[in-house]
């Protein structure tokens, strides 16, 4: 199912949705300050907004890390411009 907008679809009768994989993690705010050269897309829209840093699973010496990133970009009169990346599944 792919979800319009910046709201998570609700998961079970209780809006409790089950995070299995990058449930580890932490975010912040974040700001955009361009060096002069212009942009385009979603860097031209917004400049603040939040990013996730997160483990695929809990960091232990028996798996890989395999880090992933959101950022979420605020924009007035529209959605939000999203972005996530992540190295490898395999670390």
């Known amino acids: ?4 907008g910046d709201a998570m679809p609700p998961g079970d009768l209780y809006g409790i949705r089950t995070k299995y994989i990058h449930s580890v993690g932490t975010h912040g705010k974040v700001s ?3 060096n002069g050269s212009k942009f385009s897309g979603m860097f031209d829209q917004a ?7 997160s483990s695929a699973a809990k960091p232990s010496g028996s798996q890989p890390l395999a880090p992933g990133m959101g ?3 605020l924009r007035d009169g529209i959605e939000s411009a999203n972005l996530v990346a992540m190295w490898s599944v395999n670390g």
């Open 47 to 53: 400049d603040h907004g939040y990013i996730r840093l």
């Open 32 to 34: 955009w300050v361009p």
């Open 71 to 73: 950022l979420k970009w």
């Open 1 to 4: 199912m792919i979800a319009k």
